[in-house]
């Protein structure tokens, strides 16, 4: 989820704390930060180093004028290109398109924004997006990677002028396996900017005269079977986040739909694609890895109801996904080799990846890594990562007990399904309740089995001593 409200403060600060006084500080720094009225570029670009803040305005006031590599550029600008994100987003940094060449064959384009034509490796602004490892989304403001008037301006894939990109065309065979790849250094042009709701209209109404999204959208579901038959994890299930607006606290709820699928399975595809292409020519590359369910077998997991709750168990077993510097199977997407390639602008690992392709492909000075140079790279920018990701979901458990605290008032039961035992010797389950689109450990009164329906009842929150307890009953 894309939030860009009011960005937050020096990521180390945040770092350096732990538990409860991390999300007590980050309940006062929510707090004060609404009273501030200052514009978002403004308190976006105050949180970097002052030498950032001058290359950023630097290569803002340069990025019209011609870069080295311009001229190695392929002209893509003539295909019909789609970018599909929620109305919110600032750093647009993925599009889509279709192309049919004579012979029928239908070529499926990723368009990736390029940050590379203006930063250089090891400058101020690239070791500064190292250190933050990936931008941060918190319920009330946004701590970008790169400043905004960056990767939301000359960076983001936006329409009206023509962007640089790095380009994957991917040709699907009939089963969903892919036929070939080819990477690109181009120049795209946004022809439609759509939001989600944009976007299935355009799939389900197909018009004949702009039929690319409904294509798209089939050759995209024949690449998910396939996955599908190789092992992959699909959860398609509602998400519930909150976010402060005005003040107030917001339950948002995402749900599925055949646009955000769509561009789900091409930004896997994408990272799929590359990531063969790098393993054949023994390229370094930050891989990410997923071992399969352990701990059930596949006789075990069709005996347990299919949807959240099989879900719930299948993500039990599932190893952790690592970074790895040579290939490795990503079991839960059922893919052999996979990196993460479709968003540079706001994480790290994606633009180490553009610029090992770079590099490798002569279109960027200096040499790529070697396997055993970029290890320890990727293992400082893993802990990186995953400080950050511990942030914003300790930052969402302190709104969700605000948020908790006032719904206790109202005191209504919330009908809910039991997923899986936390602690069945102290009655604790892990539960999905739908209307919140949210999954909670709950206390049970009764006992149960995996499947049952409940009643979820707000026992104690308290948001001061990070407390929360739920109380569930047979529905």
Avoid at 202 to 215: F, G, H, K, Q, R
Wanted: aromatic share 6%; glycine share 6%.
């Amino acid at each position: 989820m894309k939030r860009d409200n009011i960005c937050a403060r020096n990521i180390d600060e945040l770092r350096s704390l732990r538990g409860t006084r991390r999300r007590k500080y980050l309940a006062l720094e929510i707090k004060a930060a609404l009273e501030l009225v200052q514009p978002l570029a403004f308190i976006a670009n105050e949180e970097f180093p002052r030498e950032c803040l001058i290359e950023a305005e630097k290569l803002h006031s340069q990025c019209l004028d011609f870069q080295e590599g311009d001229n190695d550029r392929i002209d893509l600008s003539y295909l019909r290109c789609f970018s599909i994100d929620d109305p919110s987003t600032l750093e647009v940094d993925d599009a889509l398109s279709l192309e049919i060449d004579l012979d029928g064959r239908q070529k499926i384009w990723i368009h990736v924004a390029d940050p590379h034509r203006l930063i250089a490796a090891n400058s101020c602004l690239d070791l500064e997006a190292k250190r933050r490892a990936s931008s941060l989304y918190l319920s009330d403001r946004l701590v970008p990677m790169f400043p905004l008037q960056l990767g939301a301006g000359p960076f983001s894939l936006t329409p009206g002028l023509n962007k640089a990109a790095l380009s994957v065309a991917v040709c699907l065979d009939s089963d969903g396996s892919i036929l070939s790849c080819d990477i690109y250094r181009s120049w795209v042009r946004i022809t439609y900017a759509l939001s989600y709701n944009d976007a299935d209209e355009l799939i389900d109404l197909a018009p004949p005269e702009d039929p690319d999204l409904s294509l798209l959208h089939n050759l995209l579901l024949t690449r998910r079977t396939w996955r599908l038959g190789q092992g992959a994890l699909m959860m398609d299930q509602a998400e519930g986040r909150l976010f402060r607006t005005e003040g107030e606290l917001k339950l948002e709820i995402t749900e599925p739909c055949s646009a955000r699928g769509m561009v789900a399975e091409a930004m896997v595809l994408a990272g799929a694609a590359v990531a063969n292409w790098a393993e054949k020519v023994h390229l370094a590359m930050p891989f990410r890895g997923q071992a399969g369910n352990q701990s059930l077998s596949e006789q075990q997991l069709l005996a347990i109801p299919p949807g959240a709750v099989r879900w719930a168990h299948q993500r039990l077993g599932l190893g952790r996904s690592r970074l790895h510097s040579s290939s490795s199977p990503h079991q839960a997407l059922g893919l052999e080799s996979y990196l993460q390639w479709t968003s540079p602008i706001r994480r790290y690992a994606d633009l180490m990846a553009h610029r090992q392709w770079l590099q490798y492909s002569g279109l960027l000075k200096g040499t790529p890594n070697n396997e055993e140079d970029i290890k320890p790279q990727l293992e400082q920018l893993e802990q990186q990562s995953k400080e950050v990701a511990q942030i914003s979901r300790e930052d969402q458990r302190a709104c969700l007990l605000e948020w908790l605290q006032l719904q206790k008032q109202k005191r209504e039961l919330q009908p809910a399904i039991m997923l899986r035992w936390l602690r069945e010797d102290q009655d604790l389950a892990l539960v999905r309740i739908e209307a919140w689109a949210m999954e909670l450990p709950a206390r049970l009164r009764d006992r149960a089995i995996p499947g049952d329906l409940l009643n979820i009842q707000i026992q104690e929150v308290d948001p001061g001593r990070d407390l929360l307890h739920l109380k569930a009953t047979i529905g």
